[in-house]
């Protein structure tokens, strides 16, 4: 390795990290329960996809699913850096819902399966940005 790669490789991998982290300031939240038959059929049907999708990989992905659907949105089952998110979710009820929050603010907010294209596609948006 020459002396100039050696000095800057340092200064690429800072760059190449700087951009990771500023994507995963975007958090996409998935709010269920495991007694959830939507949520069962969200599962079966986009999960795996999404998991193995690009944008999975942009982001930081994090799943509220306690035992029963009804506890979903007690504040036992939200970390607490997540306690702000859920404080702006206006209608505490409904699974499975999903949550995009880019810099601690709650910027797509989608309830039921049918919500999760709306939700991929302003995901699409805000990467794309």
């Not at 795996?48 to 504040?75: D, M």
């Not at 995009?100 to 948006?125: E, H, P, Q, R, Y």
């Amino acid at each position: 390795m020459n002396r100039r790669a050696f000095l800057f490789a340092p200064v690429a991998a800072a760059i190449a990290l700087g951009s990771a982290r500023a994507a995963s300031d975007i958090k996409v939240i998935y709010v269920g329960g495991w007694d959830c038959p939507p949520c069962t059929t969200w599962k079966n049907a986009h999960k795996a996809k999404w998991l193995a999708s690009p944008e999975f990989r942009e982001v930081t992905w994090i799943e509220v699913e306690p035992p029963r659907l009804k506890e979903a949105y007690q504040e036992r089952y939200w970390p607490g850096d997540l306690k702000p998110v859920l404080e702006q979710i206006p209608r505490k009820s409904g699974t499975p819902r999903f949550l995009i929050v880019k810099d601690g603010k709650v910027v797509s907010n989608g309830f039921g399966v049918s919500k999760w294209m709306a939700t991929m596609a302003d995901l699409k948006k805000l990467l794309g940005d």
